[in-house]
C-alpha cells in the first residue's frame, strides 16, 4: 500500500493502524450470452450517438464481431459481477454523462482535481449499503478509488475500497484532468477526468467512473482507457479494480495504558479481471443477500443465502461472524450463543431478504477465511502476506473467529480497578469526617464529644482555653494537679 493525505479536516487521522489482508483469490467464471435479455435496472438513460460527451466520442473500429458477451462472476458471495464489452449497448447505457446534469449538484472537486495521493470525505444524501452495511460517507481519492472505511487512516489503498481503476494517478500534471461528483438523491457519480499516470505520463489520459445506487449496486464505466490496464505498473502505488471490505479490532496495550490500537481485517475482497477492462465496457456488480438484513431470529437462523447465519440475542443481530460489528459479536459472547442456533420463540419464516434476484443464482458458496499473523489455523491458507505497519500487536482466532487476547484479563482488570477506587472513596470519607470532628471540638471544648474523650484521658491534659461572658475573650491558664473519678481537678478552678 501507499500512504494518502487525507484533507477537509477529518475529525481525526489515525496513525497507529495495521491492516492484515488474508484473502481466497480462487474465482470461478462461466460465459453466458442469454444474460443479456435480464432486466439490469439502469443507472441512467442511454445517450444516442448526436449526443457530445457520451460515449460516442470514442469510435469503435468498423469490421469488428459485435456480439454480445456478458462474463458473470459468481464466487463473490456478497456480489455478483457482470462484464460488458464495448460492443454491448448495455456498456452504453450504464454511462452517466454528467455534462448534461443539473449543473447545482454536479461538483468538481478544486484540491483533488490539482493534487496528488489525496483524498477527501463526500457525504451522501441516501444510504448506501455496502456488504450489508449503510453508508452515509465515503473518501474519494485522487487514485481513482473511493474509501468506505469508518476509520480513517493513510493506507487507504489496502482495503475497505470501491476500485474502479486504483492506480497513480496524478491530476495536478494536466489541467485538463478534475475529479468530479454527482449526487441526485439515489445514486452517486464520481468521475474521474482525463487523468494521467505520474510515472508514465505519455500513456495518454484515462476517463472512468463509479456510481453507487441507493439499492446497493456498484457500476464501472470505462470511457477512455489508452493502454491494457494490465501494463499499468504498480510500482509505485497498487493497480487493482474491484471492492473490499474488513473489519476493525481495538486492541489495549499492556505497556501503555489506557492506549488503544486499531487494527483492520480484510475479510473479503471482490478482484474483477484487468484485461476486460477497455474502453467503453462497464462492470455491474449486484449485491447478494447477507444475514445483515434478518431483524429476528427465526429468518436468521432458517436463511439458505449462503451464509451460516446466527443470532444473538444480546445484541438483537444476525451475523455470520464476519462484518463490521466483529469485535460487538465477539465481546458479546455470540459465538457461543450462535452453537445452539435455537431461537426463544417461534420460527417466524415470512421475512424475506431486500435483495433477491430470480434469474441470477450463485452457483457456488465457497468462503474466504481470515487468518492471522500467529497463534491461528485456517482451513485455507492465506494468498498474501499482510501490510506491515507500525503496530506490532497480533490477533488470536477464538471460536473460528478474532478476538482480542486481553478480553479476560481486561474484565478482570476493570473489577479490580472499581474496587480500588470505592476503596480509596471510603479512606477519603473517613479522613475528612475525622477532621471535621478535630475541628468540631476545638472551636467547642465544652460538648459532649470534648468532654468524652477529656475524661478518657489517662494523662495529664494540657492548658485549655476558656471564654468567659460575652465580651472579649479572656483566657485561663487552667494547669491540672490530680484526676478523682475521672474529674480534673485544679486549684485555680
Known sequence: GVFYEVIQSFPGVEENVRVDSHVNSHRWRRHSESLKSVDTNRASMGQDSSEPGGFTDLLLEEGHDNTTQIEEDTDHNYYTSRTYGPYDSTSRDLWVNIDQMEKDK????????????????????????????????????????????????????????????????????????????????TAL???????????????????????????GRIIFGYKEIPVAVTQISSTNHPVKVGLSDAFVVVHRIQQIPNVRRRTIYEYHRVELQMSKITNLSAVEMIPLPTCLQFTSCGPCVTAQIGFNCSWCSKLQRCSSGFDRHRQDWVDSGCPEESKDKICEKNIDTTETPPYSTSTLLPTTTKFRVLTTTRGSTSSHLPTSLPTEDDTKIALHLKDNGASTDDSAAEKKGGTLHAGLIVGILVLVLIVAAAVLVTVYMYHHPTSAASLFFIERRPSRWPAMKFRRGSGHPAYAEVEPVGEKEGFIVSEQC
Open 106 to 185: 454536479v461538483k468538481i472537486h478544486g484540491i483533488l482535481s490539482n493534487t496528488h495521493r489525496q483524498a477527501a470525505r463526500v457525504n451522501l444524501s441516501f444510504d448506501f449499503p455496502f456488504y450489508g452495511h449503510f453508508l452515509r460517507e465515503i473518501t474519494v481519492a485522487t487514485g481513482g478509488f473511493i474509501y468506505t472505511g469508518e476509520v480513517v487512516h493513510r493506507m487507504l489503498t489496502a482495503t475497505q475500497y470501491i476500485a474502479p481503476l486504483m492506480a497513480n494517478f496524478d491530476p495536478s500534471v494536466s489541467r485538463n484532468s478534475t475529479v468530479r461528483y454527482f449526487d441526485n438523491g
Open 189 to 215: 457519480v464520481v468521475q474521474w477526468d482525463h487523468v494521467h499516470l505520474q510515472d508514465n505520463y505519455n500513456l495518454g489520459s484515462f476517463t472512468f467512473q463509479a456510481t453507487l445506487l441507493n439499492d
